[in-house]
């Protein structure tokens, strides 16, 4: 069923599609986990529904080869040109095995699983890591306490990896610089300051909230703001001005404020995935298939004893056995409703960003959701419930959050990167914005700091004191 079946709906089917379209669209915002544990628990309260295991196509329910796609499902012969390929995936096609290495999964992969903390920023960071430094990165981060902080010296890592500590040095400073900022630091002091210089030049009073950190800790935790100035050499008032900014958006405990525990994350904490929702692979003639993933080994049906049942059942039972059949056919179409919304989605999505797909965030076009919203013919709502919380794993093997693909600041953040990284000497945030206007991005020199700030880049004058340290 089109994406468009989704909101429009004739008068006369009105009360019918009134449950149709709430539940679609409540499945429609649901990512891979949350699918799958509807599923389950639909399968063990509903008799009427079953599960038909085998390695069927979740669209039309034929049983399939091993490694085999769809031939009614899947046209790859007929696409044309740039045209991308996007169909429901079976588990064993999609996430059921590693797409980068081929190498098959355990069994009980099935079932997603949130990452606590470690995984959460080593996944930001894996990517500009080596081998070697993604094995002393898990080391740190294997290595931190509840508060985010980390209980074994840099020595020490190094000693174990047979390494140089200034290689685990910079190791640690790309995890402090991950988000939560400050997490992987060796104390609370270390962790503050680092959160300090991620603010940049949106600090007043930069060196003395510096001072107060390294030197006045004590004092500040206590709110001593007499002996907090003598310390700086500053009045009682000035004293208590630093320390209320440091109060405010600073945290000496980066994973509690952030995450909660660091082994149960709290509600709200990052929803991060060990297993996308969407799979982009290239073809050797180039063309992009999307494998829009299927949660369970199987496909869902209406249980045929159960309809004969139905036909004798108990007076006292008739009635609940039909809101139950109607539920598992409404359940059933509303799934293929919800697949067809996500496939229409991408194949708009694949054409749109097939740059940023194969060449990366630099490639990135600015795209918004009322964009695509309007080209499918649909209210923007529906389009965010169908990017809401769910991830992409594009041809390099870089998982990002779909949502990324809306992102209209990457591209730019991107080549503000390249111009630091390529910088002689470190540049004003109003000479990067000069730079980036001749690379056709006007932004504002506030823009470029905010953006500064979100790639975790000092700001010129550390910059310089670091080149020169």
Not at 173 to 185: C, D, K, L, S, T
Not at 277 to 283: N, S, V
Not at 345 to 368: C, E, K, N, S
Not at 390 to 401: A, N, T
Request: glycine fraction near 6%.
């Amino acid at each position: 069923m089109a994406f468009t079946h989704i909101q429009r709906q004739g008068p006369s089917q009105r009360p019918q599609a009134t449950a149709h379209l709430a539940q679609t669209m409540s499945l429609l915002g649901l990512n891979l986990q949350e699918l799958n544990q509807k599923i389950e628990s639909a399968l063990a309260a509903n008799p009427a529904l079953e599960l038909l295991e085998g390695r069927h196509c979740p669209s039309c329910g034929r049983l399939l080869r091993p490694g085999a796609r769809c031939g009614a499902c899947v046209s790859i012969d007929t696409a044309k040109g740039e045209e991308p390929v996007v169909f429901i995936a079976p588990p064993e096609d999609g996430f059921g095995r590693s797409s980068r290495s081929g190498e098959e999964l355990p069994e009980d992969f099935n079932a997603a699983q949130p990452e606590d903390l470690a995984g959460y920023v080593l996944r930001q960071i894996a990517g500009e890591l080596t081998a070697k430094e993604q094995e002393i990165a898990a080391h740190l981060l294997t290595s931190l306490d509840d508060d985010g902080l980390l209980t074994v010296p840099l020595l020490e890592v190094a000693r174990y990896h047979h390494v140089p500590v200034t290689d685990v040095e910079e190791v640690a400073r790309m995890i402090m610089m991950a988000e939560p900022i400050g997490v992987g630091a060796s104390s609370t002091s270390e962790a503050m300051l680092t959160q300090l210089r991620s603010l940049g030049e949106q600090v007043p009073n930069f060196d003395l909230c510096a001072r107060a950190i390294t030197d006045g800790l004590s004092a500040l935790s206590k709110k001593q703001y007499t002996e907090l100035g003598s310390l700086l050499g500053v009045s009682k008032a000035k004293a208590q001005q630093v320390a209320e900014f440091i109060a405010a958006n600073l945290n000496p405990f980066p994973a509690r404020a952030h995450w909660g525990s660091l082994r149960t994350p709290t509600t709200g904490a990052p929803a991060v995935y060990q297993r996308p929702d969407l799979i982009i692979k290239q073809q050797e003639d180039g063309r992009l298939v999307v494998e829009v993933t299927w949660p369970l080994r199987g496909v869902l049906r209406v249980n045929p004893l159960f309809q004969q049942a139905l036909q004798e059942a108990p007076e006292d039972k008739s009635d609940q056995w039909k809101i139950d059949l109607e539920q598992a056919n409404l359940l059933i179409k509303c799934l293929a409703q919800r697949n067809q919304a996500i496939v229409r989605l991408m194949q708009v999505l694949a054409v749109v960003q097939r740059q940023f797909i194969l060449g990366g965030d630099a490639h990135l076009r600015p795209f918004t959701r009322a964009t695509i919203a309007e080209e499918l013919g649909v209210h923007e709502s529906t389009v965010s419930r169908a990017v809401a919380g769910k991830s992409v794993e594009l041809p390099s093997g870089k998982i990002v959050p779909l949502a990324q693909f809306f992102d209209r600041s990457l591209h730019i953040r991107t080549a503000l990167k390249k111009i630091v990284k390529d910088e002689r000497k470190p540049l004003s945030d109003t000479t990067l914005a000069k730079l980036l206007a001749k690379e056709g991005y006007e932004v504002a020199r506030r823009t470029v700091a905010k953006y500064r700030t979100m790639e975790g880049i000092l700001p010129a004058h550390l910059r310089k004191a670091q080149a020169v340290g």
